[in-house]
């Protein structure tokens, strides 16, 4: 590889961290950029909606310190944004008016948050360091809060303000919290730790309007009735970041279309993150994950795929929320169960497991305070062990032991 060559990444959060690095691992000697719209290297954005929020003495989790992309000659450009991306030339332009040139370009720009369309009252999104920090102060003057969303980052947020002393109303226009991540039964005990802990949740409702008040809060109006807030943070999901995908012409669907491999339509051009509408083997079908570890193993393998080591991201996907003292995890994909099982019982306190089948296949594992049974889940999944609901819910049986005894599906 000629040392002349560059590998350019956009975006500096974690997905683009990781292929910055991932790159260098795989024996990339050329020279790499990592362009990050925020002043800041890739750093850990779960905190946000929790420990950020409720303690002030929390400080930033940053994956690497910049010394470690030095240390490898990473080009860190922190604080600029790609204002035009040229596929033809090669090039792109930096907000600061710098043109470069690239040999090969990974898309890992993320997403950006939903906004509500007819808020003209005060409201606050979380996505980044800075919406966590601004967020702080107002929380904690806050009594009355309103939460739009009642989606993961929505009932972190619910819990975090709960934890600060603030009444809490989430409103959520689905039939029940999390709808779009966990099943009906996982829904309906997460819902009851939320009202166990005094949160009103509102659903089957929305939010039509925020309007501001005299005193420096806020009216949320919904369809029959009208919420007075000090406080309002919207979380109804993010938009993938696909602006320089279009222009740049390549095939872009909830997300930018990329291969297994994290290829987009242009042999140069790749996509990881939260941005990326990946192809899955596993699944049959295009899958777009908003998660930690889809971040970083997309990336990973993505970057790996632009040094010519084609390597199927095919990984089951993981995500976890921490909501009062409660741990939820989720392996696989529950929304696609026609089945939900339950091994032992439905009290988070004492641990909750529960096996997601489709047409009589594993395809998920979700659990309550209860790590060790997510841990060997996940294994069952990634292995394709073909099990049974009966056999998983026996408790005489070890849960391990269908690690040793079942075979491939």
Known sequence: MSKTTRYVIIGG???????AITLRDAGFDGEIVLIGEEPLAPYERPPLSKAYLTDESVQRQEFRPLAAYAAVYIDCRFGRRVVLLDAGRKTLTLSDGKVLHWDKLLLA???????????????????????????????????KVVVIGGGVIGLEVAASARQLGASVTVVEPAERMMARMIPMEISRLMEQLHRDHHVDLRVGTSAHAIDATADGGAEVHLSESTLRADLVIVGIGIIPNTELAETAGLPVDNGILVDGCGRTAHPDIYAAGDVANSESS????RIRLESWQNATRQAELAAR??????????????????????NLQVAGLPHLADRTVFRGGRDPAHGVTAFHFAKERLIAVTTLNNARDMGIGRRLLSNNVQVTAEGLIDESIPLRRWLKVSTPA
């Open 305 to 326: 795929a632009m040094c010519g080591e084609d390597i199927v991201h095919d990984d089951v996907p993981w995500f976890w929320s921490d909501q009062f003292d409660v």
């Open 282 to 285: 596993r699944y049959g079908q």
């Open 13 to 19: 959060g974690q997905a683009g961290g990781q292929a």
């Open 109 to 143: 720009t993320g997403g950006s948050p939903r906004r509500m369309k007819y808020a003209n009252g005060p409201v606050h999104y979380l996505r980044t360091e800075a919406d966590a920090l601004a967020l702080r102060t107002p929380m904690r003057k806050a009594s």
